[in-house]
């Protein structure tokens, strides 16, 4: 990649008056918490509320770390209690809207009780102080009460995305040993409802670990819910029982907090481990300072709880911050393709996070869906998930930023709990696709195959590594600490460093750039190409909506590069467009980029959060039998492209 000529990156500095009023403006703090990193997060650590404080900040037996060691404190006192009664009990925690346009609105106080309220719910169903629990809800309150709840009794949770099938939720179930499921009736989705307590009763078939289910009434008819006497419970019935007073327990710092399933983007999904100070620490640092969070926002960040940008940007992170939250059931083309920004309308939103699968979906859309609605509450727009291509990125800082707002594009993964890579509003002059530096007490570096960095100042193209361990960082897998060692510390074991599994460059003014996994890295005839910067230049075409790049077995080439393309409505597919296509990327970034097959496809596959799983059409290109298949979005996608492709090819 390093051979090829990159554009001269735009920039945009922050605003004068943004950077003013930022809750960090001052570029020093990057030296400052390089200097001695344990003592910058220790300062932040003070931030929260502490039943007891730590004795030591950090300790390191690579590959294990324990952070704020002798340390207690409760999570849901932090996001609550702390802020009940310090003044915010009437401001409101959680402003939420269904998919049918039912809204309402938790202060702090109501959140607190409703929280207290399950927690001796979960406590009367017999759930102590490390057990399990599993988490299987639409968009609603109740994922958010839930989790605040079993993390005030110290019960890790596990959430199970909503969109995943029975099959999912049955093998994450047994995977985390969970004795209790929290499920609701039904959630809505595109005008129907998603059964899911269906689902969850094949889950549960057989032999299961689960001794009670807990359903929310979502869809307001409890008797076509099928029903288990004696081991299903109303949710509504319980808490209504329930005492809204609980007394938060204090756990270790070390306590586990959560069991999350990555992706699946590439393989199998991992059990990533997380636990109580650390990961809070990271999450309410991150949230304040890269969202810039102020105590009038209507911060909205679009992921679903089933992720963690759900868990650290939904729930963890702006709770904790006193913020107030909005949380959105449906889909964003529905009942039609302005929903998000009739929202944001509605609701005057200050900040918004999301991801570029659909701001790619937005722009196909086009822009008089956001023409319709005055947009003008917005201060701030993030992305997360997948590298944000420069032509996304410009589209999303117009039409929906106004050129106003400043992009936060964040890296990082379910592993590393936080952000990890990110500009600072007030402080980064942001350039289209880059996600700046590494946020302050974060060690990061990009590194040759061997671990050696690339040399000082220049720029380069590397592996990216984190060379020091950083408090929300995962502790292991799940019951599989073999793997957690293989996965993430095998590749640089002599020098403990955490392999990301993403390819980056670091451009000459010290900027990083992602270019995704380092499985998708093409080795074409000698060169070293990222899909990422071919699909880029695919989508710089006027008339592409979004492309997935493989590099495909060549005898002569090593690799050859096939496309998958998506154009945008209303573009008529013909062999002069592909043609023309083809010419668009050998143009933008050389002719050894110029893909040997093209195909024009209505949908691309992706996983359930969206992300594009290029290693799905490297094995329908080679022929191979498909890797895991279950945490594709649709797939039937795939069963197309098989054809298609075999058709075609
Ligand atoms: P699995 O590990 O099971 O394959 P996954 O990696 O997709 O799944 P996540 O933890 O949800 O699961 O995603 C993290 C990954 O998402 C990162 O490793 C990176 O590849 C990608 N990613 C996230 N944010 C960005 C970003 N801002 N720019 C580029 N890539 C990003
Ligand atoms: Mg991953």
Redesign the pocket.
Known sequence: MAELEQEVAQKFPPAADFAAQANWNDPTIYETAAADPDAFWAGQAEQLVWSRKWDTVSEWNPPHAKWFLGGQLNVSVNCLDRHVEGGRADKAAIVFEGEPGDTKTYTYAELHQEVCKFANVLQSQGVQRGDRVTIYLPMIPEAAIAMLACARIGAPHSVVFGGFSADSLRERIHDSGSKLLITADGGWRRGGVVKLKEAADQALAGETTIEHVIVVNRTGKPEETPWTAGRDLWWHELASDASDQNEAVALDSEDLLFIL??????????G?AHTTGGYLTGATTTCKYIFDLKDDDVYWCTADVG???GHSYVVYGPLSNGATVFMYEGAPDWPARDRFWELIEKHKITILYTA?TAIRAFMKWGTEWPEKHDLSSLRLLG??????NPEAWLWYHKNVGGERCPIV???????TGAIM??PLPGISATKPAS?SRPFPGVSALVVDEKGDPLPEGGEGVGLLVITKPWPSMLRTLWGDDARYKEVYWSKFADKGYYF???GAKRDAEGDYW????VDDVMNVAGHRVST?EVESALVDHPSVAEAAVIGKAHDIKGQAISAFVTLKEGIEPSPELMAELKAHVAKKIGAICRPDDLFLTAELPK?R?G?IMRRLLRDIAEGRALGDTT?LADPSVVSSLKDKYTDES
């Open positions: 399933y990555t992706s699946g983007s590439t393989g199998k999904p991992k990533i992720w963690i940008t570029p992305s997360v998930g997948e590298p944000i594009d964040t890296w990082w993964q379910t592993e890579i990110t996600a990301a599994g993403d992602l270019l995704g996994r990422m996983t959060s992300k945490t």
